[in-house]
């Protein structure tokens, strides 16, 4: 009876426990962010940061946008794309790519025959080259960024951009689902070489969008 | 299970395994003092994670509480296991009521330590792992070898062979003219693996964290497997050690600080997942949480023992322990190898078998496992420790180290028995048997090379040279 093991387990770690000291308040003596408050820097480095982990990184004012998405879902061969609710329409304007809407929801099979993704973020951290998924408006439940074989994700700078792992979780909410990407998908289980894409997305296209 | 030194005997004695081991903790600890020396305040983000366990531990019960409350706000099912058994029947039920016959995994050791895949098995009821490392391992019917890289142990050609062999048995088979590449490898993992994605209807993980503020679970890796089995089944049942909570969302700003840089060197893994309950618009619709004790709280009443439970399975111990370059980790004979291995294993099932109670000696004290540990466990002092308690439980072996131990102090605290007795030894050289004999003795030197003795005493060597 689990009712019973969980009383049982209680009592045990109260019994364990009952003559140890009490434990300190924990001393956060580490570093909020490790970069200087700059935001030119910090989108430098989120840009080195991504393509170390052999993410493809590119950079355009606003209106560049759509072109940038046409372009690089073309060179990549996607011939389809989902669209996440919410996706900004003028992203996906000038592409040639078969749109597919998630709604109803598309099964894992058919989510396996759309090549690519596009979407937002929620912020990305520029320290360990990361970009955070919430599930919000323009990126869609979990399935999307990860089914597909091609990702692109928008990044708005310097608004979604934060230093650090610190500043990251204080503007996320642990009640969405969250996913946090740094690079393409990898695995280092054969003698330690690393090979991207196993069962992820194997191309992770990041647009870095500057200016007003 | 063999005791630890006959265990290990076999892996110092193949050159194989020796290379791969040695190859593959070389790189990765060369890697991580990198990744760790990029942060000026690794010590500080050290003495966190350190104190946010300690406070976890002193106070588990009202931080489980408090997760049992926010999970279930959540949507999600919470049930208690004191031991493997009870863990592996919850699964079976729950497994069952969804009406399925399979399953796809995320690697997990809280699933490997309680022998779940065997059970399902016994049950009728198929459990993929889906870690490319535990793939390996699976289809190769061999057991994990690593924390972090189950099959460190095999090299290329070795997966290439296990591949072509197995894969046909358990799904889609391997390719035709599959070769020994790296990516070929993966890929060949990635069709095999996807059809199992996309048709599974039940997915079970382990968790690397807990959060008993909101109730959120957080996996990290690198390949997507994990997020394939978090987010594509129906139903997620995750069987996690009590261990592993934290108190607050906050607290992750230093494990995921200090976890992706400790075990795989790199600056944040590909993936985190985190979820809290479950979600009408994404992933799966049923969520069920195995709180797992199986030993963890006779550890906690270890005072010197219980900051084991700190491990946040990182692996980086293993990677500088010279032991566990070179008997590998099945010589350890639990799914917890290397230093963190040495003193987890043997408070978590006891110290009344032979494999059990020959951990604590599975070490040379050198150390290096308590530098490179993100949340500062002092291994050597606990190593120390359980020695201490199976000293007391018994044994002849320890009896007779300790004769010889005082006949040394004898003979040490004698000037002239010991020249006399460097005398005899240099001149009889030739006669000196390679194995110590008699009872006690002879096991001693069963795993260790006696010293070879030089041709004179280095007393008179210095009275002829340098005076």
Same mark, same amino acid.
């Given at each position: 009876?689990?009712?019973?093991?969980?009383?049982?387990?209680?009592?045990?770690?109260?019994?364990?426990?009952?003559?140890?000291?009490?434990?300190?308040?924990?001393?956060?003596?580490?570093?909020?962010?490790?970069?200087? &408050?700059?935001?030119?820097?910090?989108?430098?480095?989120?840009?080195?940061?991504?393509?170390?982990?052999?993410?493809?990184?590119?950079?355009?004012?606003? &209106?560049?946008?759509?072109?940038?998405?046409?372009?690089?879902?073309?060179?990549?061969?996607?011939?389809?794309?989902?669209?996440?609710?919410?996706?900004?329409?003028?992203?996906?304007?000038?592409?040639?790519?078969?749109?597919?809407?998630?709604?109803?929801?598309?099964?894992?099979?058919?989510? &396996?025959?759309?090549?690519?993704?596009?979407?937002?973020?929620?912020?990305?951290?520029?320290?360990?080259?990361?970009?955070?998924?919430?599930?919000?408006?323009?990126?869609?439940?979990?399935?999307?960024?990860?089914?597909?074989?091609?990702?692109?994700?928008?990044?708005?700078?310097?608004?979604?951009?934060?230093?650090?792992?610190?500043?990251?979780?204080?503007?996320?909410?642990?009640?969405?689902?969250?996913?946090?990407?740094?690079?393409?998908?990898?695995?280092?289980?054969?003698?330690?070489?690393?090979?991207?894409?196993?069962?992820?997305?194997?191309?992770?296209?990041?647009?870095?969008?500057?200016?007003? | 299970?063999?005791?630890?030194?006959?265990?290990?005997?076999?892996?110092?004695?193949?050159?194989? #395994?020796?290379?791969?081991?040695?190859?593959?903790?070389?790189?990765?600890?060369?890697?991580?003092?990198?990744?760790?020396?990029?942060?000026?305040?690794?010590?500080?983000?050290?003495?966190?994670?350190?104190?946010?366990?300690?406070?976890?531990?002193?106070?588990?019960?009202?931080?489980?509480?408090?997760?049992?409350?926010?999970?279930?706000?959540?949507?999600?099912?919470?049930?208690?296991?004191?031991? /493997?058994?009870?863990?592996?029947?919850?699964?079976?039920?729950?497994?069952?009521?969804?009406?399925?016959?399979?399953?796809?995994?995320?690697?997990?050791?809280?699933?490997?330590?309680?022998?779940?895949?065997?059970?399902?098995?016994?049950?009728?009821?198929?459990?993929?792992?889906?870690?490319?490392?535990?793939?390996?391992?699976?289809?190769?019917?061999?057991?994990?070898?690593?924390?972090?890289?189950?099959?460190?142990?095999?090299?290329?050609?070795?997966?290439?062979?296990?591949?072509?062999?197995?894969?046909?048995?358990?799904?889609?088979?391997?390719?035709?003219?599959?070769?020994?590449?790296? /990516?070929?490898?993966?890929?060949?993992?990635?069709?095999?693996?996807?059809?199992?994605?996309?048709?599974?209807?039940?997915?079970?993980?382990?968790?690397?964290?807990?959060?008993?503020?909101?109730?959120?679970?957080?996996?990290?890796?690198?390949?997507?497997?994990?997020?394939?089995?978090?987010?594509?089944?129906?139903?997620?049942?995750?069987?996690?050690?009590?261990?592993?909570?934290?108190?607050?969302?906050?607290? #992750?700003?230093?494990?995921?600080?200090?976890?992706?840089?400790?075990?795989?060197?790199?600056?944040?893994?590909?993936?985190?997942?985190?979820?809290?309950?479950?979600?009408?618009?994404?992933?799966?619709?049923?969520?069920?949480?195995?709180?797992?004790?199986?030993?963890?709280?006779?550890?906690?009443?270890?005072?010197?023992?219980?900051?084991?439970?700190?491990?946040?399975?990182?692996?980086?111990?293993?990677?500088?322990?010279?032991?566990?370059?070179?008997?590998?980790?099945?010589?350890?004979?639990?799914?917890?190898?290397?230093?963190?291995?040495?003193?987890?294993?043997?408070? #978590?099932?006891?110290?009344?078998?032979?494999?059990?109670?020959?951990?604590?000696?599975?070490?040379?004290?050198?150390?290096?496992?308590?530098?490179?540990?993100?949340?500062?466990?002092?291994?050597?002092?606990?190593?120390?420790?359980?020695?201490?308690?199976?000293?007391?439980?018994?044994?002849?072996?320890?009896?007779?180290?300790?004769?010889?131990?005082?006949?040394?102090?004898?003979?040490?605290?004698?000037?002239?028995?010991?020249?006399?007795?460097?005398?005899?030894?240099?001149?009889?050289?030739?006669?000196?048997?390679?194995?110590?004999?008699?009872?006690?003795?002879?096991?001693?030197?069963?795993?260790?090379?006696?010293?070879?003795?030089?041709?004179?005493?280095?007393?008179?060597?210095?009275?002829?040279?340098?005076?």
């Amino acid at each position: 009876m689990t009712s019973d093991s969980r009383a049982r387990v209680l009592a045990r770690i109260r019994a364990a426990v009952a003559d140890a000291p009490e434990a300190p308040d924990v001393t956060r003596a580490y570093l909020p962010r490790h970069t200087a &408050d700059n935001p030119g820097g910090l989108l430098d480095l989120l840009h080195e940061n991504l393509a170390d982990y052999r993410a493809h990184v590119h950079r355009t004012p606003p &209106d560049g946008v759509a072109d940038l998405v046409a372009r690089l879902l073309d060179e990549r061969g996607a011939r389809s794309v989902v669209v996440p609710p919410g996706l900004p329409e003028e992203w996906l304007a000038a592409a040639g790519a078969e749109r597919r809407g998630d709604e109803p929801r598309l099964t894992p099979h058919e989510l &396996d025959g759309i090549d690519a993704v596009v979407t937002g973020c929620a912020l990305a951290i520029a320290e360990t080259g990361t970009i955070v998924l919430d599930g919000g408006l323009g990126q869609g439940r979990r399935a999307l960024t990860l089914v597909p074989d091609l990702h692109v994700c928008v990044v708005r700078a310097p608004e979604q951009v934060v230093a650090s792992v610190p500043e990251a979780l204080p503007r996320l909410d642990p009640t969405r689902p969250l996913t946090w990407i740094s690079g393409p998908s990898a695995t280092s289980d054969i003698e330690l070489d690393r090979v991207e894409g196993v069962h992820g997305p194997r191309t992770l296209e990041v647009i870095l969008v500057t200016g007003p | 299970m063999p005791a630890f030194p006959e265990a290990a005997r076999a892996a110092i004695g193949d050159p194989t #395994l020796r290379a791969n081991l040695r190859h593959a903790t070389h790189t990765i600890r060369d890697k991580r003092a990198r990744a760790v020396a990029e942060l000026d305040d690794w010590a500080e983000l050290r003495q966190a994670g350190k104190e946010i366990k300690d406070r976890t531990l002193r106070h588990l019960d009202t931080y489980l509480l408090q997760l049992e409350e926010a999970v279930t706000a959540a949507g999600g099912t919470v049930h208690w296991a004191t031991d /493997a058994a009870e863990a592996n029947r919850i699964v079976t039920e729950l497994v069952r009521a969804t009406g399925e016959t399979e399953v796809v995994k995320v690697k997990s050791m809280a699933t490997q330590e309680i022998g779940l895949n065997e059970h399902l098995e016994a049950e009728g009821i198929a459990a993929y792992e889906t870690d490319l490392a535990e793939l390996i391992v699976q289809l190769g019917e061999d057991r994990p070898s690593h924390i972090l890289v189950p099959a460190i142990h095999r090299n290329r050609a070795e997966i290439r062979d296990i591949f072509r062999e197995k894969m046909g048995s358990w799904g889609r088979p391997a390719p035709e003219g599959l070769s020994d590449t790296p /990516a070929e490898l993966a890929e060949a993992a990635r069709l095999h693996l996807r059809e199992k994605f996309l048709r599974a209807k039940v997915g079970i993980s382990g968790a690397n964290f807990m959060v008993a503020e909101t109730g959120t679970l957080v996996v990290v890796e690198s390949e997507g497997n994990g997020r394939m089995c978090l987010t594509l089944p129906e139903t997620l049942i995750s069987v996690v050690g009590v261990e592993k909570v934290v108190p607050g969302w906050r607290d #992750l700003e230093v494990f995921l600080q200090t976890l992706p840089r400790s075990s795989t060197a790199e600056r944040m893994n590909p993936y985190t997942s985190m979820w809290t309950g479950t979600r009408d618009d994404d992933g799966p619709s049923a969520f069920h949480l195995v709180l797992l004790d199986n030993g963890r709280t006779g550890a906690l009443a270890d005072e010197v023992g219980r900051q084991a439970l700190r491990c946040i399975r990182c692996s980086a111990c293993l990677n500088v322990c010279p032991v566990y370059e070179r008997a590998g980790g099945h010589a350890y004979g639990s799914v917890y190898p290397g230093p963190i291995g040495a003193i987890l294993t043997p408070q #978590l099932r006891g110290t009344a078998s032979e494999v059990d109670a020959s951990l604590p000696y599975a070490s040379s004290l050198c150390g290096a496992c308590y530098e490179v540990c993100p949340v500062a466990i002092d291994i050597p002092e606990v190593l120390v420790h359980l020695r201490e308690r199976v000293a007391s439980e018994g044994g002849k072996g320890h009896r007779l180290e300790r004769a010889a131990v005082k006949a040394a102090s004898w003979v040490l605290d004698r000037p002239a028995a010991l020249a006399a007795g460097q005398h005899l030894a240099s001149a009889t050289r030739a006669l000196h048997p390679k194995r110590l004999p008699g009872p006690g003795a002879r096991q001693w030197s069963e795993h260790r090379n006696l010293p070879e003795l030089p041709a004179e005493p280095f007393r008179d060597w210095w009275k002829k040279n340098r005076t």
